[in-house]
């Protein structure tokens, strides 16, 4: 089912807005419920709310004492501040141009506030030319704000809006809310208490570039903007809906969307009746159906309404270890499971 009045929520950094005509709380930038494993910092200090832009006659930063290096510093370790804010870190050239030649397909261009360039280095030519506020940086200021020790990869970073795609929700969903959210609702990856970063980052990344519709973030995961995560994702996090909120919702959009439930789970001998077997025919059957893969964290696994909600399915294996990587095993499900890879007889 495609919903086509797609309706995207601002990314104005609200506390709280409501979406046009609709009763339903959705929360661009406070993501309360999504617990950032590192983010007691000394040096974030409380998330103020008050805005902090770059000064237009400023060209050179030498300093990594500097207010404004001091405010992206806290962007890229804190969560509740980069939220509050509405900004993030984009650390690299590679997921800067992926972001914006994404963005160009859409004939759309992400809010940049600033490129910071590592002194004596031109704009990358990909996206020079852009009515871009650019202020060169020392080599000590990259590698504070890279959170890298060698910057000999690193020659910019992007100080960016949080994309209207990202959103939290509360409340009740009605039918238009759960379109504005998922415009394309076919496949829908479900994320269970994913902590590891880089994993929720690869996941973002296997979504995108399989097609999936859209990312449901349960309770428990990490933040999908954590400069981990941004690293691991390569710019997904910025092309994909992504929406964070309870099973509620969840079993909404089910509703909905007339979607099938399956979830990721390692088979064993106690569970091997009521464990499916990922194969192509189990692909070319549920090809046509929409569907939610939720996928459980590593070391907890499937929370306990995730397994009782959705049927199990599982990856076959030769050898004798008992389950993947969850990032690992999600690009397998995903690839598989993606209606693009119907055998054709």
């Known amino acids: 089912m495609l ?21 339903t709380r959705i929360r661009t930038h406070n993501i309360s419920c999504i617990p950032e ?3 007691d910092d000394d040096e974030t200090g409380s998330a103020s709310k008050n805005t902090v832009a770059v000064p237009h006659h400023l060209k050179t930063i030498t300093s990594t004492s500097n207010l404004f ?4 510093l806290k962007l890229r370790r804190s969560s509740s501040y980069r939220h509050s804010h509405g900004s993030v870190l984009v650390v690299g050239t590679t997921p800067i141009r992926e972001i914006y030649n994404f963005q160009e397909t859409l004939q759309d261009r992400p809010t940049v506030e600033c490129l910071l360039v590592l002194d004596k280095y031109d704009v990358p ?8 506020h650019v202020v060169h940086v ?7 704000l890279s959170g890298v020790q060698s910057i000999d990869s690193v020659e910019v970073i992007a100080l960016m809006r949080i994309p209207s795609t990202f959103h939290v929700v509360s409340n009740s969903l009605n039918d238009e809310d759960r379109c504005r959210l998922f415009p394309f609702p076919h496949r829908i990856l479900v994320l269970d208490g994913i902590q590891d970063p880089g994993n929720l980052g690869t996941l973002l990344r296997s979504a995108t570039a399989f097609r ?6 349960l309770p428990g995961c990490c933040d999908p903007f954590n400069e981990k995560a941004l690293r691991a994702s390569r710019g997904a996090s910025f092309q994909i809906p992504i929406v964070s909120g309870n099973w509620t919702h969840v079993e909404s959009l089910r509703k909905e969307f007339q979607m099938k439930m399956l979830a990721g789970h390692p088979a064993d001998d106690q569970d091997s009746n009521k464990v499916h077997r990922l194969s192509q025919d189990f692909a070319d059957y549920v090809a046509d159906l929409p569907l939610c893969l939720v996928l459980g964290s590593e070391g907890a696994g499937l929370s306990e309404e995730s397994r009782q909600a959705c049927e199990l399915i599982s990856i076959p294996m030769a050898g004798e270890f008992e389950s993947l990587n969850v990032s690992v095993a999600g690009g397998i499900f995903m690839y598989m499971l993606q209606p693009e890879n119907r055998r054709v007889n």
């Open 37 to 39: 494993a590192y983010d």
């Open 138 to 144: 020392s080599s000590a200021v990259m590698r504070k």
């Open 69 to 72: 290096v001091k405010h992206c």
């Open 125 to 132: 030519q990909d996206i020079d030319g852009r009515a871009i």
């Open 3 to 23: 919903c086509f009045n797609t309706f995207l929520i601002s990314a104005t950094p609200l506390p709280l807005t409501n979406a046009q005509n609709s009763k």
């Open 212 to 217: 999936w519709g859209g990312v449901f973030l």
